[in-house]
């Protein structure tokens, strides 16, 4: 079973900063879109950034300039850079990674972590 594993997360004040990480193994035969997700209690999972396997980012409007997402392709890791948080962050972020390629790429979700910010 593969293992999606995100790292990073914790409770932090409003304006502070925290980067999140996932990691999973990969196939050379394959490659992968990676995005982060994030869901808060009572709300719908909601797609937070992208980065594609061109480079191409993309990022909810109202996220853009404050996250950063970015990769190690080396070392098959996703990056969330989280700055200037507000209270209205906190949610289990999840990490996704979908597979291109052969019949075993597969798309995997990471099993979540909390990222809590108070005022």
């Known amino acids: 079973q593969v293992q999606v594993v995100e790292s990073g997360g914790g409770s932090v004040q409003a304006g502070g900063s925290l980067r999140l990480s996932c990691a999973a193994p990969s196939d050379t035969s394959c490659r992968y879109d990676m995005s982060w997700y994030r869901q808060a209690p009572g709300k719908e999972r909601e797609f937070v950034a992208g980065?594609?396997?061109?480079?191409?980012?993309s990022y909810t409007d109202s996220l853009k300039g404050r996250f950063t997402i970015s990769q190690d392709n080396t070392k098959n890791t996703l990056f969330l850079q989280m700055n200037s948080l507000k209270p209205e962050d906190t949610a289990m972020y999840y990490c996704?990674?979908?597979?291109?390629?052969?019949?075993?790429?597969?798309?995997?979700w990471g099993q979540g972590i909390q990222v809590t910010v108070s005022s």
């Open positions: 980065i594609n396997i061109g480079g191409t980012t």
């Open positions: 996704k990674r979908v597979g291109y390629g052969p019949s075993w790429c597969r798309d995997y």
